[in-house]
């Protein structure tokens, strides 16, 4: 655990069947049909994707208030090179990162927000499914509901529950696709 994909393959290669071909796709944080996928995320009615592990108010901003703080929560990581890849990614979506496991933490950044005047949030959790981690962050949002009820709330679910998610992945496989392997 803890190491790269490209050490571990470096360090599994010589173990591995003559003939093995083994493949190592670009991230797909970084791909920009993504990027792109995960802009058009903040654009979603309210009511078109829920998301029932985290009830939120559907009270988008009203005409001439501030705007909705967008966050995209991902899990963060001690290593800087991937944190500052992790902004890189919000940036380029106009976004503002928060973090699960390092700082800025959630309620940083709703704290953060609320300071700017924004009377809404919208959440992007940058994780492909549902599972402990998006539970946990679940609960922060419930806390950070109570804590604070004047706000809206918009917390989209992880990639994989969202419509076109799955076209996205097979174009980054198609184009990841080493071509000089078979298709079949």
Known sequence: MGRDIPAAL???????PHGFRVSVAPPLG?????????RSRRSVP???VPYTS????SVPCASGTPPTLWILLAHGSQRPQAQTQLNALAQGLEMTLATFATDPSLATQVQ???DQGC???????????AGSITDAIAVQVEELQAQYPHLGWQVLPPLAQQPGFTTVLGQWLDRSWPQDWPQD
Not at 10 to 16: G, I, T
């Open 119 to 129: 009377s809404q949030v919208g959440i992007l959790p940058f994780f492909l499914f």
């Open 54 to 57: 985290v009830p939120y108010a």
């Open 30 to 38: 970084q791909d920009p049909a993504l990027v792109a996928w995960l």
């Open 112 to 114: 953060r927000g609320i």
């Open 46 to 48: 309210y009511a078109s």
């Open 10 to 16: 470096a360090e599994a290669r010589p173990q591995l």
